[in-house]
């Protein structure tokens, strides 16, 4: 079984809606994040959490928001999902002692 | 604030060419320097990393080397492969910055022809 896992893998959406992606993780690690990719620009961070209780805003938190349920869940919400947040989404954790991030299969979220 | 300039691609080589990827990046600090690589269709995945000047990171028969002198972490490798064609992604991590994430580069797409 994946260590990082991402769901849905795909979704449509409309102008609007609000949305959730769901993200778990069996690694055991404390810290989670959710980045954004779109084509030519790499990929961004959108919020990322060091532990339960600890979130903290990325670059371009603007539109989202996040839960951190337990250790092992963090969730990204769009409040109302507008066409620009098209976009390819990553969940990823973190083994903080050797500096290495592990990533989930990516959400491809369209927004029409 | 922090950055990383990486080639833009995309990189079309033969079989078993040389490679290499540039990159350059700008801290404050002392970063820690990494390369992630993206197969298609999938996340991405830590290929190598250097945590101090001078430092080489190898895998897979990628390298990189920390050179602080010249503020740069190019990825190189021998020989490449078919199975090699992916998207790289260079980055760095400050952790005596103001957020403890990775910051990457926009990435370079690699494809090798047969």
């Known amino acids: 079984d994946a260590d990082v896992t991402q769901t849905p893998r795909n979704r449509i959406t409309k102008t609007g809606k609000r949305i959730m992606l769901e993200c778990s993780q069996t690694?055991?690690?404390?810290?989670m994040y959710w980045y954004r990719q779109d084509p030519g620009l790499g990929l961004q961070l959108i919020y990322y959490s060091f532990d339960v209780k600890d979130i903290n805003k990325g670059e371009i938190s603007d539109g989202y928001s996040v839960s951190r349920q337990a250790q092992a869940k963090f969730s990204l919400s769009l409040e109302s999902a507008i066409p620009n947040q098209t976009a390819l989404y990553f969940c990823?954790?973190?083994?903080?002692?050797?500096?290495?991030?592990?990533f989930g299969p990516g959400t491809r979220l369209t927004v029409l | 604030g922090d950055s990383v300039t990486q080639m833009e691609g995309p990189v079309t080589l033969s079989e078993e060419a040389f490679l290499t990827i540039n990159c350059t990046y700008t801290?404050?600090?002392?970063?820690?320097l990494f390369w992630y690589v993206q197969y298609p269709g999938e996340g991405l995945q830590l290929l190598l990393k250097a945590t101090k000047a001078d430092d080489k990171g190898s895998n897979k028969g990628f390298e990189a080397t920390y050179r602080k002198e010249t503020t740069s972490f190019h990825l190189e490798k021998g020989s490449v492969q078919v199975s090699d064609s992916a998207v790289y992604f260079c980055a760095l991590s400050d952790r005596g910055g103001s957020q403890g994430n990775l910051i990457f580069g926009k990435g370079t797409k690699l494809s090798v022809k047969p």
């Open positions: 690694k055991g690690h404390d810290r």
């Open positions: 801290a404050t600090g002392y970063p820690s």
């Open positions: 990823a954790t973190e083994d903080s002692a050797a500096l290495k991030q592990f």
